[in-house]
C-alpha cells in the first residue's frame, strides 16, 4: 500500500475511539492461535538437547538471540553462543568459516535480514560451498504489524533460487521440535522460518501420531471436496478452516508441506491426482515465487490439471498495523480462508 | 501544556529545555496510547531531537518538503515515537494524532517509513540505511548547489553493521561537508550492551581514523549538544562531521532509569501515568 499511503500522507487521520482500538503488538507478536496450547522457545530448548549430543553444534546470532530464542543455548552454553552484534554479513560469513572447520552453525537473525542484507554471503559463503550452516530466521512472511522492513513476504522466493539448499516452514512448535535434530543431521545448508515465543502446538491435536519429517509432505486431515496443500502457519489456517467448512458439509483435507525444497513433488501429486477436489495451495509468503508456483510448476509439468487456487499474500508491500487487521486484510485469517474457499466451490 | 502543536512551532524563545520536556511528554502520551512503544531510547534522544529541530535546523512547519530545508534522516526506525513527539512540537503533524499512534491506518507506524508520515524523510527500521542515503542526499544537494544540510541519526547498535563503515568512507571520498551525523550511544542494543558486542574501542577514534569531524558529548546536557552541533556545521574540515552523543535511556523519568534497562524497556499498563506524573515534577520554568 506504499503508493496509497504516499498519496495519504498529507491526510490528517481521524481519532478512534478506545473502545475500538487493537494494540499493533509489533515486537511480541505471538501469532493468534485460540484453541491451541503453546510450547515456550521450542527452538532454544530443542537445539540446547540435540547440541548435548553433538558437539560439533555452535550458536550465533546477530544481536537477535532474545528474538529468535536462541538465548535458551546461549544461556545454557555460553561457551558455544558467539554474539556477532548487528552485523548479519559477518553472521553468515563466519557461520561459514566455522562449519569449514568442522563445526554444524546455527545462525539466527529475521527473515528479512538473511534473505535480504546476508543473501549474497549466504548464497556463495554457504550455499555454493554446502557448507551444513543452519540459518534458522524469525519473524517469516507477515508475522509482524511493523511494517515492510520486518516483513520477510519474499524469503521464499529469494532463496528457493539457490540450488540444493534446504527450505523448510515449519507450522507448529512439533514441526521446530522435530525439525532441529533433523536439519543438524543433514550434511547441507538449510534455510528455517522460525516460530519464536509462545509457540502452539497445532499438527497432534489434529493427527495424534504426526512426526516432522524433513522433505515430507503429510495428510493431516483428509477430504473429499478440496485439497489445501499448505505450509508453515498457514497449515493451521487451513485445519481450523476445515472444521468450520465441515460443518456446512464441506469435506477439506490438508496437506502439510513444510519442507518446501526439495519439495514432496511424489505425495503432492499423488494427493492432486486423485481428482475431484479443488486444490488450494496457502502460504505465508507472497504469491511471487513460493509454494503456489511450485505446486503449479510440478502438476502442469506431470498433467496433472485440477481446479486450483492459492491462498496467499499480495504482490504488494504490505501495510503496517496490528496483526489480526493484516492477516484479515490480505487473505491469510481463518475466515479469510473460509471465505476464499468458499467463493471458489 | 494546552499549546496546540502549530502555535507551539511557533513560539520562537520557547527554551530548548521545555521543547525536550515536552517531546518527552508526548512520546510517553503515545507510548500510553500503544501500551507499548521504545520510550527508553525516546526519553533518551529528546534533549538532541530538541536541539535539532529547535536550534540546528533550517525548515518550515508549514512545508516538509520545503526545497531549502536541512534534511533530517531518521535511520533507527524504531526511534519513531521519538521523532512523531518533535514533528508534533514543531506542528508539522498535529498534536491530536498523537492518539492513533501505532492504531491501524495511523499515518505514525510503530518503525518509521516516509511513505506515511510527513517530515520523516526516510524509511528507516533496516538498520544501517540511512548514513548511505544520507551520502547520496548531501552529494545531491552539493549537485544541486545548496546550502542545506543532511542530519542523520543513528544507533550505537548500527555501527555494528558494514553498510555504515561503506557510507562513512564513501562521505569523505566525496567531501560531503554538508552531512552531519548523529549517533545515539546509549550502550545498548537488542541482545545487551553494546560495548559488549562491537563496540569495544572508542566509536570517535574510528570515525576519526576515516577522516571525519568527530566529537563526542554528553547528549543530556543540552548545552553541550548545542555547542557540539553549531561546531559540526561550522567546524572548518573538507569532509563529514559526526557527533556520538552519549545519552542515559528512559532520561527524565527516574523510576524507568533506575529500572535494569534492555533494549525494549517494560512499562506496566499503571506506569504510563505514574511516568507522566514524575515528569510533570520535573517539569522547567
Ligand atoms: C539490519 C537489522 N538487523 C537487526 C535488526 C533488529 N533490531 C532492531 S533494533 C536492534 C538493536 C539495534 O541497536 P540500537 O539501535 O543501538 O538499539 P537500542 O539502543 O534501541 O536498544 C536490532 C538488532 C534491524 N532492525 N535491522
Ligand atoms: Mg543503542
Known sequence: ?????????????????????????????????????????????????????????????????????????????????????????????????????????????????????????????????????????ALPGLSTGYGPSHQATEDLAIFRGLPHLTIVDPCDACDVQGMVPQIAADPGPVYARLPRGKVPSVLTRHKPDYKFELGKAQMIREGTDVLVVSTGFMTMRALDAAEILAKDGIEVAVLHTPTIKPLDTDTILAEAGKGGRLVVTAENHTIMGGLGEAVARTLMCAGVTPAFRNIALPDKFLEAGALPTLHDMYGISRDRVVEQIRGWL | MATSPQQAGAIPNMSLELRAWNIRRKALRMGEVQGQGYIGQALGIADVLAASYFHALNHRPDDPEWEDRDRFCLSIGHYAIALYAVLMEAGILPEEELETYGMDDSRMPMSGMASYTPGMEITGGSLGHGL??????????????????????????????????????????????????????????????????????????????????????????????????????????????????????????????????????????????????????????
Open chain 2, 132 to 285: 548511505g542515503i544520507a551520502v547520496g542526499m548531501a552529494m545531491g544537494l552539493k549537485r544541486k548547489q545548496s546550502d542545506a544540510f543532511v542530519y542523520n541519526l543513528m544507533s550505537d547498535g548500527e555501527c555494528g553493521e558494514g553498510s555504515t563503515w561503506e557510507a562513512a568512507a564513501s562521505a569523505v571520498q566525496w567531501k560531503l561537508d554538508n552531512l552531519i551525523c548523529l549517533v545515539d550511544f546509549n550502550d545498548q542494543q537488542a541482545d545487551g550492551k553494546t560495548t559488549a558486542a562491537l563496540a569495544r574501542v572508542p566509536e570517535e577514534g574510528k570515525w576519526a581514523a576515516f577522516g571525519w569531524h568527530a566529537q563526542r558529548v554528553d547528549g543530556n546536557d543540552l548545552e553541550a549538544v548545542v555547542a557540539a552541533l553549531d561546531t559540526a556545521r561550522n567546524a572548518d574540515h573538507e569532509g563529514p562531521r559526526v557527533i556520538i552523543f552519549d545519552t542515559t535511556m528512559c532520561k527524565g523519568v527516574d523510576f524507568l532509569e533506575d529500572r535494569e534497562i534492555t533494549h525494549f524497556v517494560r512499562v506496566e499498563p499503571d506506569e504510563w501515568q505514574k511516568a507522566l506524573d514524575v515528569l510533570e515534577e520535573g517539569k522547567p520554568q
Open chain 1, 1 to 137: 500500500m506504499t503508493v496509497d499511503s504516499i498519496t495519504r500522507k498529507y491526510e490528517p487521520r481521524r481519532v478512534i475511539p478506545k473502545a475500538e482500538r487493537q494494540a499493533t503488538s509489533a515486537m511480541i507478536a505471538s501469532l493468534d492461535a485460540e484453541g491451541y496450547d503453546t510450547v515456550p522457545a521450542p527452538f532454544g530448548h530443542a537445539l540446547v538437547e540435540e547440541a548435548r549430543r553433538n558437539d560439533r553444534i555452535v550458536g550465533l546470532s546477530a544481536d537477535l538471540s532474545k528474538y529468535t530464542d536462541l538465548h535458551i543455548f546461549a544461556n545454557e552454553m555460553p561457551d558455544r553462543f558467539y554474539q556477532m552484534g548487528m552485523a548479519e554479513q559477518v553472521l553468515f560469513s563466519a557461520a561459514a568459516g566455522l562449519a569449514r572447520e568442522g563445526f554444524v552453525p546455527f545462525a539466527t537473525t529475521y527473515a528479512v535480514f538473511a534473505s535480504r542484507r546476508a543473501y549474497d554471503f549466504i548464497a556463495m559463503a554457504i550455499v555454493e560451498e554446502m557448507l551444513p550452516v543452519k540459518m534458522v530466521c
